[in-house]
Structure formats: structure tokens, C-alpha cells
């Protein structure tokens, strides 16, 4: 996969769309991903896409973390919370 962030956001803004009609009531939405492979979305596997979405979304804030979409959280990967004993 391209490095490119732009990309990546132009896909994340059009995987978005796709999941606000679905959650809208749209019938079937269909997108085209990056290896121009035609994928159609009903409200069956909207699951689906929104996993797609957060995958592109850590995929941005793994690239540029300075990303303001980075700051809420949404797709960032942490760590598990841990104790320290003394």
C-alpha cells in the first residue's frame, strides 16, 4: 500500500459517505478500494465497512500522527492500561 495520506483520506472521506448512507437507509452502496476491486455494501455487512474505515484510519494516524483526526482516538492503537506497584 502507497504511503500517501492523501489517498488514504480521499478513501477514508468516500468509505464514510458510503457508511452514513447505509446508516441513513440506503440500499446498497458500492465502493471501489484502492486495488480497484468493486465492493457493495448493504446494510447486512455495514460491520464490514466500518472496519474498513478504522483500519483506514490507523493507517493515517500510523503515517502522521500529527493528524488532527488522530487526536480523538478513533483508530489509534494504545496500549493496554497497566499498573505500577511501588
Known sequence: MS???????????EAEA???QLMM???VRVFVDQNAERVEYTAAN???LYNYIITLRSQICALDPSDPM???????GKPPVGFTFR
Not at 3 to 13: S, V
Request: hydrophobic share 30%; glycine share 14%; proline share 0%.
Open 3 to 13: 504511503c500517501d495520506t492523501t489517498l488514504l483520506k480521499k478513501y477514508l472521506q
Open 46 to 48: 455495514k460491520a464490514n
Open 18 to 20: 458510503a457508511y452514513h
Open 25 to 27: 437507509g440506503g440500499s
Open 70 to 76: 488522530c487526536a480523538c482516538g478513533i483508530g489509534v
